[in-house]
């Protein structure tokens, strides 16, 4: 830890002292001077910030984020749940890559927060980037929650189209979990959005769950490559292109009629049981 940071961490200490001052009341002092607690508090937590800022720059990840966690928790406690949600996000932000599993839970903490104050378009954006980082861990049984906030986000902002993207999105998940009942319900369940039964989404969704029902392996393909699924987000495109196409076999083996675009992932580290008994 470097002198600037830990000047700038006793900075902090000295303006908690003074918040705990203000709250304090005595024989001549009645009442809490609450807004100079507040003041003071902010400072306090303005001063963390600083001081993670420069741990950042040294390497100091976890001593970074742990402090960034504090000046949140101040932020939130004394009423800026806005300040408090930009300070978790930047500490996701810096052990993104390091602790991945830290940064969903802070990016999802910090949604809540957004919340709170109505910010739904920061709020997204939270949920959003903590969904990247549980489908690049595979974590694809906990995404399709954080899925789920992304819709009703968007659908509070009106934002329909987006909405169909993450519907798309999650389809692809329970393909991927080979869920197909779960697929084909997520579907059911979108063409209570205005515009879904019309949309090209509502359309290429359900060309792809008829393709895998009747094991036209050649509309699936279409489905796959369609524009829509490709540029909807680098991991779902991903997850797409590694399902595997339906097949049809002849009426009298003993296999089953359709192939297996739906098979579960034997690499992925979530317990998604037997999806299709």
């Known amino acids: 830890m470097s002198s600037r940071s830990e000047s700038k961490i006793r900075e902090g200490l000295q303006y908690l002292a003074a918040a705990e001052k203000c709250i304090k009341t005595s024989l001549f002092k009645w009442s809490a001077d609450w807004e100079g ?35 949140s928790s101040m932020l939130s406690e004394h009423g800026s749940p806005a300040s408090a949600a930009q300070a978790l996000n930047r500490a996701a932000k810096i052990c993104e890559a390091t602790k991945a599993e830290t940064a969903i839970d802070l990016y999802l903490r910090a949604c809540e927060l957004h919340k709170i104050e109505e910010k739904s378009n920061e709020a997204v954006e939270c949920v959003g980037k903590a969904a990247r980082l549980q489908l690049k861990l ?3 049984t906990n995404v399709l929650g954080t899925m789920q906030q992304q819709c009703e986000l968007y659908q509070s902002m009106e934002k329909f189209p987006s909405v169909f993207r993450a519907i ?26 205005p515009g879904f039964d019309t949309s090209e989404e509502g359309a290429l969704i359900e060309n792809l769950l008829d393709s895998i029902t009747e094991g036209d392996s050649e509309t699936f393909q279409k489905c796959i490559r369609n524009p829509i699924i490709l540029h909807n ?45």
């Open 37 to 71: 607690a507040a003041s003071d508090y902010s400072k306090a937590a303005k001063s963390y910030e600083q001081a993670a800022l420069m741990l950042k720059e040294l390497n100091c990840i976890d001593e970074a984020v742990d402090l960034l966690k504090q000046a």
């Open 138 to 140: 595979k974590k694809y």
């Open 168 to 193: 798309i999105a999650m389809v692809i998940v329970y393909l991927k979990l080979g869920d197909k009942v779960a697929a084909d319900n997520c579907f059911r369940s979108a063409t209570e959005y």
């Open 233 to 277: 987000d680098n991991e779902i495109a991903k997850l797409a292109r590694d399902l595997r196409p339906p097949t049809v076999v002849l009426p009298d083996s003993n296999a089953s009629s359709t192939g297996n675009a739906l098979e579960p992932d034997d690499n992925n580290d979530d317990d998604v049981g037997d999806a299709l008994n």
